[in-house]
C-alpha cells in the first residue's frame, strides 16, 4: 500500500520545506520536491495543500492506567492512545511502576500485559524505580536489554515513590555503567510533607494549599541536588516536568558547564497557574499535579527556556482523574487529591499556539514535541523526523483552523479538561501511524491493538 502526500510544507527541527512524501506499507519511502511523483504512484493521494507535514508527536511522559494515590489514572492504554493519535502524537513513552517490595522485572511484564493489544498507538516504558536494592540495580541492566532505558526517581512522594540521596546515587552509578538516563522528579518531599501537614494542621484544607506547600524553592534545591548526584557519578540527568523558574536556572547553568543534564516541561506549565489552583470552592483539585501550578511570571521563562534549549522537550506527564469521584477522595485534605491532570490530546495544539504568539519557531515546535524526544530516548530515526527509511507516523496539521478545547469534544477517558473553553488556532486534520490512516476529517479509523511496543536503544542526544 503506497499513500503519496502532495503540496504540503514538510517541516523538521531545521525547518520547513515544500515537499511530497511517498509512503510504501509502514515506512517513509521518499522525500522530493513537489511534482516528482505521479499521483498514479500511489494507491492513495493525499492533498496537503495549505498544511504542515510533520513527524507524529512522541509524547515521552504519560501515565495510563496509572496506580496513584488510592486509584488509577483513568484513561487505560487503549483510550488514552486513542486521544493521543486525535492530537498528532503518534508514540507514547509510558511509566511502568515498580511498587516497593516488588521486581523491575516483573513489572515490567505486568505492564506488557496493561499495554501490549490495547494501544492504537507505538508506545514504550520507562521505568519508576521506588525500591533500590542489590536486585533492582542489576534488574536495572535487564530493563535496558529489553529496551527500557531509562529510570524514573522521586525526591518527592515519601513512602510511596520516594529514594533517598544514597539510592540515587546508586541508581545513578549504574545508568552511567549502562549507558542509561535517570529521569527525576525534581521537587524536596521530605520538606514538603512538613509544610502540608503544617497546613492541615491549621485547618487549610483547599486545593490551593498543593501549590503553597510546594514552593518553587524546593524544586530549585532539589533540581540542584539531583544535577550534584549526577555530576558526581558522570549519569546523564533528564529532569521531568520542570515548572520553576528556580529549577530552569539550575539546569541551564549545568547546561552551561557541559554537563549532561536535560529537562523537559509541559503544556499545562506554559498556560495554567496557581491561580486555577485557587479557583472557588474545591474546582482547583482539576489542577493538582505534582509540580504544582506556578505563579504566571514563570511562564515566561519557561518558554524562554524552550527556546533555548536549556527545556529540550515538551511532554504532558498526562494523568487524568475524573473530578467527579477520584478527584474527591480529596474534598477535606488537598494531600488526598490524587495528583495528575489530563492533557495528552492536546500537546501538539497548545505548543503551536505558541508558535502562532511568536513565543516558538516552527522548527522549536517540531524538535521539542518530536524529535528531541525520539533521539533523547533512543528511538530516533525510526521516529521523530520525516525521512526514508524512517516509519511514516506523520501528521498533516491545518494551521489556519481554529477548534475550542472541551471536554464535551475530547476523547480523553476523563470528565473535564483542563483547558475548557481555550481557544486555539490549528487543528490536526490527518494523522498516520506507519503508514496506516488513523485519524482523518472522516473521524478515527485506527483500532487498538495497531501500536507496538517500541524496544528502546540508549539516549543519542548529548549535550
Ligand atoms: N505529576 C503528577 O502529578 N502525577 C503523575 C506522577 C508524576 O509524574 O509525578
Ligand atoms: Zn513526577
Ligand atoms: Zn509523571
Redesign the pocket.
Known sequence: MRTLIKNGTVLSATGASAADVLVDGETIAAVARPGVFADDAADTVLDAAGRYVLPGGIDA?T?ME?P?GGTFSHDTFATGTTAAAWGGTTTIIDFAVQAKGTSLLSTMDKWHEKADGNCAIDYGFHMIVSDVNDTTLKEMESCVSAGVSSFKM?M??PGVFYSTDGEILLAMQKARDTGSTIMM?AENGIAIDELAAQAVAAGRTDPVQHGLTRPPELEGEATHRAIRLAKVTGAPLYI??LSAAQALAEVAAARGEGQNVFAETCPQYLYLSIEDLAKPGFEGAKY???PPLREKHHQTDLWRGLRTNDLSVVST?H?PFCFNDQKQLGANDFRAIP???PGVEHRMDLLHQGVVAGELSLARWVETCATTPARMFGLYPRKGVIAPGSDADIVIYDPKATQTLSADTHHMNVDYSAYEGLEITGKVETVLSRGRVVVSPDGFSGSTGHGKFLSRDLCQYLN
Open positions: 511522559h501515565h496509572m496513584f522521586f518527592a512522594y522528579h521531568v516536568h493538582v499535579a505534582s506527564d494523568c495528583n495528575g491532570m
